[in-house]
T-cell receptor
Framework: DVKVTQSSRYLVKRTGEKVFLECVQDMDHENMFWYRQDPGLGLRLIYFSYDVKMKEKGDIPEGYSVSREKKERFSLILESASTNQTSMYLC????????????FGPGTRLTVT | AQSVTQLGSHVSVSEGALVLLRCNYSSSVPPYLFWYVQYPNQGLQLLLKYTTGATLVKGINGFEAEFKKSETSFHLTKPSAHMSDAAEYFCAVTAAGRRALTFGSGTRLQVQP
């Protein structure tokens, strides 16, 4: 079974803090994704990575950056957290095979006060 | 560009009743379609997917969906709802050569005893 883990289930940070959200997958997947989930808006893609050190912006990249130094690990960085970044953050991975399905982690609920 | 519309942010059914969750997509190329389920405080779990071949696809927990190209729809059904089906359901679309999924805004299913 594919396993995607996220470093924290719940996180509370103060406005202006630098925040790191970590995601690790154990299936040697090439593609990894960061989404944020907000009520009524579904999941919106922030960034994704298709290989080590390679990344592409998603639909809502403003205020975020990412890092992928190792294939199994994909980090989301909030350079200076703001209250409008309070949300659920979901990480996902996908292999290169043609199944196209993504495997999700349990999510990190981030609150910025 | 691709998009997904899920009609009805909340659906309530009685236990044992038919479940019908609606999904319409927009895509300029042949779509690959997915339904995911999210139980409270968890990540997303794949219910079923359509890529090519048979247009009626069966998934886990007794759910199925039919790809109707003429109607650009991929509605999710289950003949008899169970209390354990209460969750949020997301429809998603992608296409060959694309890495990311585009999600709908989700439908929360309530099952009344």
């Amino acid at each position: 079974d594919v396993k995607v883990t996220q470093s924290s289930r719940y996180l509370v940070k103060r406005t202006g803090e630098k925040v790191f959200l970590e995601c690790v997958q154990d299936m040697d997947h090439e593609n990894m994704f960061w989404y944020r989930q907000d009520p009524g808006l579904g999941l919106r893609l922030i960034y994704f990575s298709y290989d080590v050190k390679m990344k592409e912006k998603g639909d809502i990249p403003e205020g975020y950056s990412v890092s992928r130094e190792k294939k199994e690990r994909f980090s989301l960085i909030l350079e200076s957290a703001s209250t409008n970044q309070t949300s659920m953050y979901l990480c996902a991975s996908r292999g290169r095979q043609n199944s196209y399905e993504q495997y999700f982690g349990p999510g990190t609920r981030l609150t910025v006060t | 560009a691709q998009s997904v519309t899920q009609l009805g942010s909340h659906v309530s059914v009685s236990e044992g009743a038919l479940v019908l969750l609606r999904c319409n997509y927009s895509s300029s190329v042949p779509p690959y379609l997915f339904w995911y389920v999210q139980y409270p405080n968890q990540g997303l779990q794949l219910l079923l997917k359509y890529t090519t071949g048979a247009t009626l696809v069966k998934g886990i927990n007794g759910f199925e969906a039919e790809f109707k190209k003429s109607e650009t729809s991929f509605h999710l059904t289950k003949p008899s709802a169970h209390m354990s089906d209460a969750a949020e359901y997301f429809c998603a679309v992608t296409a060959a050569g694309r890495r990311a999924l585009t999600f709908g805004s989700g439908t929360r299913l309530q099952v009344q005893p």
